[in-house]
């Protein structure tokens, strides 16, 4: 390219960037030459390092910290079931609350009543929160989603299985999955249909909660409150696990008998 | 005629002359003829004309398009072409009917002598044809015909049009009559009809056929009368002789019209006769037909069925409910005679009859009454039917339904009901069981397999749904014909697998051809065993099977070989395990027998052979040693538990060769019962079978061979999808469905709920992910 029309470039970059000629070079270089790309690149890249960097002064990152210590275990990098429990209380909220699990997703602990301290820290900076009354704020909002947001609700349900599991286990007893249905589901989809679906499991069903099972319940129940007369078209032969062919026959034994 | 030609260039004194010749050609009532001379006359002097004129052109031109007087100079005809048209009007018009003849009979007999007389006017015109109407065609002009054409469409115009209504009508009237069988066919309308066919032209090229009058004028006409005639006739027909007299009339009818279309009408007819007729004779009552259809087939008339088969097979359509029909009736048929051997077994048993030996019979009885039916409808299926593919496969659908369920096969299951096979049907196990008591040794009065034959079973084995419980159920019971050495023959065991594979495939008798090379292997091992040992006091008859091909279950129960046995046991253990190192021995003791010698018989006569178990064995070899042994004490030796030790112990005291004290069968399995052995032992037979009365756990047996197939088709759907889905990496969730049920087909018929669930398994163990909701992925 001839170097008058690359000086042309580099300058019209700088105009919009305020970089010094070798950064340009470097960042039109890279592109091309295409100066749109170019800008349109950097400008994206540097307001993300913003955004990651910057989110809380060094200030609010420290009280952040000090939060962190102030529930975590005595000689361990995490917070325990006690420090989860007061930690909640001050947010308060109740330790039952659905909502606690919402949290967990968001805070990405592998375990009930295990908070990391890396992952406390990185979440909550990363959404630009380090006071107690701001994460209450925040828990609020997530409140307000499992009741309407039906994305964030599967978002949880979803983690909350592989969340229940222990360490080795793959599938969840069938009473600890009945207990967590109630929990999450029945506010969303409905007491009487999630009643239901308990009775069948702790009447009919002898066997743990596969994963496939517990995401395909979600999908199940979505459609049950979509459409009026789910139960009475539903397909055998269709895609769902054989769990729900059991389920409706059971239901339409019911209600025939 | 014998006056001098006319002058060539004189027209009217040509005419003169030719004129009363052209009458004789043409035919007139007077009694002279056509003679050679006046022909050659006749023809001469129109050659001279046109000769003439030709060559000395005059200026009155010739008749028609004369406008260019160069390209009509040296071609003369017009007037002497309009004069014959002229005169052929005249002569047409003249004709008269005499008074004792029908018109048909007079167009008829005056038809036939025209058209020869158009021919031979034609030649007499020769010259005129070939130059003058040439040269005026292929100037374009489409009203100027040769001479022949000229007289055909005078004659049409003259004669058929204006008396077209009659002759149409007169013809109409003497094919009904035929039809009512009082003329006999006669060719008179088969000329008038195919003057029809010469009166038709195409303009532009007279050589070409052109049915247009044929098709307008005639068989129209035709062709509603016959639709008239047969509906009238078919209906009337029908309410005063019912349909199988109906089908014999259809016959003889079809055949009567086909015979008069080849005399009288032109093959064009033919396609639209034929609709015309199934219509009015067939589809109009195809109704009464298949009502009667399942009467004929209660009566066994085949004659009527191939008739009825025949006419509807004229009008394909008409089959299909015939083919419903037959193969509701064959359904109906093979549950109705399995109804009933289930009512005269049921009968039977409450009358006291041994259930036992009923049970026994059952497979045969069973098998018979299924193959009857399916025997009776095949053959109806080659008489009646030709073995159409269609009712083939009629009778196919229809045997594979009765055969796998029915009230036999599906206590519990309805059987009008919808054909779903849920739950298993018996019919594979007692067509295994059928195969049994043809391939085992019989006692030896009966006779009861003669009727029997492997061609029976494998026309039953094709129709079985669940081929893989066939095959487990066959291999159990071809398991205990092996080593009990009770198989009739080997060729003919043979020869069932040859079948078996044959139908199926390699894979299916894998199993049991692996049993056949079992036994081979044992036989030679046996030879080496005895060449091995040392000592040969005892008679060794070992069988080394391998554990996956034979449905043997481990023997679990406790016990204690008897001492007697245990050095030539250890004895084979070390020499085989030399010789196949790394291979493990597990004893059946439970399938293991013998032979003993009994010195107990009456002095001076020969020792008593008795036939036991392994466990009888173990509790009579101590009697060697004393009279008399406790239950506790037996017990002790034989370390077998008490319910095994006392149904072992129940026929050595029912058959008397011990005595039990206290007696009674409630005392038999108490600690302190004695048993003692009889000093001489009373027998007419030499040779006693004591393993008879020892109670077998046959239920246990049964269930272990429905684990086993259930156990089978788990492992198999997993496998079959795996391999499906290593293929196709994504698929949806129906298409997986139907290549596995397709896959799965020779073997049995899984549910889509079996399927689904081998798909949950697999997605449990991550073979398997879902996507897009009715989608799979393959995980590597």
Known sequence: MAPRSVQKLVESFKEVTDLRDSEATAWLTKYKWNLEDAVEAYLTQTSMNSQGQNFLTQEQKGSLISLFNKYKQDGEDYIGIDGTIQYIEDLEFEVEDPVVLALAEFLESTQMGVFERAKFVNNWEKAGISSIHEMRQKVLEFQRSLENDEQFLKKVYDFTFKFLLDNNQRTLLKDTAVEYWKLLLSHYFGEEKMSQWCQFINDEWQFAITKDQWQMLFLFMSEWNQKDNFIESYDENAAWPSMMDTFVEYLRAKTSS | MAEKLPKSDDLKATWSFVEPGLQLILGSDSVATVTPKMYMNVYTAIYNYCINKSRTPTQDSSYGSGSNSTTNASLVGGEIYLKLQQYLIEYIQQLEKKPEESFLQFYVRRWVRFTIGAGYLNNVFDYMNRYWVKKERSNGRRDIYDVNTLCLLTWRDFMFRPNLEILLEEILTQVELQRLHKIELNMEISFAIKSFVSLGFDINDLKKQNLSVYITDFEKAYLDATLKFYTEESDEFL?????????????????????????????????????????????????????????????????????????????????????????????????????????????????????????????????????????????????????????????????????????????????????????????????????????????????????????????????????????????????????????????????????????????????????????????????????????????????????????????????????????????????????????????????????????????????????????????????????????????????????????????????????????????????????????????????????????????????DAQKEIEDDRRSFLQACIVRIMKARKVLKHSALINEVVQQSHARFQPSVGDIKKAIDLLIEKEYLNRVDGDSYEYLA
């Open chain 2, 239 to 703: 309410e005063t002789n019912g349909v199988v007299e109906y089908m014999k009339k259809v016959d003889t009818r079809l055949a009567e019209e086909n015979s008069r279309a080849n005399i009288i009408l032109i093959e064009h007819t033919k396609r639209p006769l034929a609709d015309v007729l199934n219509n009015a004779l067939i589809e109009r009552h195809v109704e009464v037909m298949y009502e009667e259809f399942n009467n004929l087939l209660d009566q066994k008339q085949t004659e009527d069925i191939y008739r009825m088969y025949s006419l509807l097979q004229r009008v394909p359509p008409t089959l299909e409910p015939l083919l419903i029909k037959f193969e509701a009736y064959v359904k109906q048929q093979g549950l109705k005679a399995v109804a009933e051997l289930k009512q005269s077994q049921a009968a039977a048993e409450s009358m006291g009859a041994a259930s036992k030996k009923y049970q026994a019979l059952l497979p045969k009885l069973y098998i018979k009454t299924l193959l009857q039916v399916y025997e009776r409808f095949n053959e109806v299926v080659y008489m009646a039917f030709g073995n159409n593919p269609l009712f083939v496969k009629s009778l196919d659908n229809a045997c594979r339904d009765y055969i796998n369920n029915n009230s036999i096969a599906m206590p519990g299951i309805d059987n009008n009901g919808p054909t779903v096979f849920k739950g298993n049907s018996k019919t594979p196990e007692l067509l295994a069981r059928y195969g049994d008591t043809l391939l085992k040794k019989k006692a030896k009065d009966s006779d009861a397999t003669a009727d029997m034959s492997a061609d029976e079973l494998m026309n039953i084995f094709k129709f079985i749904a669940d081929k893989d419980a066939f095959e487990t159920h066959y291999r159990r019971l071809l398991a205990r014909r092996l080593i009990n050495g009770n198989m009739v023959s080997e060729e003919e065991e043979e020869s069932i697998i040859q079948k078996l594979k044959e139908f199926n495939s390699l894979e299916y008798t894998t199993k049991m051809s692996n049993m056949f090379a079992d036994m081979k292997a044992s036989k030679d091992l046996r030879y080496w065993f005895k060449e091995q040992e040392e000592s040969d006091n005892t008679d060794l008859n070992i069988f080394v099977l391998s554990q996956t091909a034979w449905p043997f279950p481990q023997f679990k129960q406790p016990f204690t070989l008897p001492d007697e046995l245990l050095g030539t046991k250890e004895q084979f253990e070390k020499l085989y395990s030399e010789k196949h190192s790394g291979r493990r021995l597990k004893w059946l003791w439970n399938l293991c027998r013998g032979e003993m010698k009994a010195n107990l018989a009456r002095p001076g006569k020969p020792p008593f052979i008795l036939t036991v178990n392994l466990f009888q064995m173990s509790i009579l070899l101590p009697f060697n040693k004393r009279e008399t042994y406790s239950f506790e004490e037996l017990h002790e030796i034989t370390n077998l538990t008490p319910e095994h030790l006392e149904s072992c112990i129940t026929p050595l005291v029912k058959y008397k060769l011990l005595i039990q004290s206290p007696e009674g069968s409630e005392n038999t399995g108490k600690s302190s019962t004695k048993f003692t052995v009889v000093k001489e032992y009373k027998s007419k037979k030499m040779k006693v079978n004591f393993m008879q009365g020892v109670k077998l756990d046959q239920k246990h047996d049964h269930d």
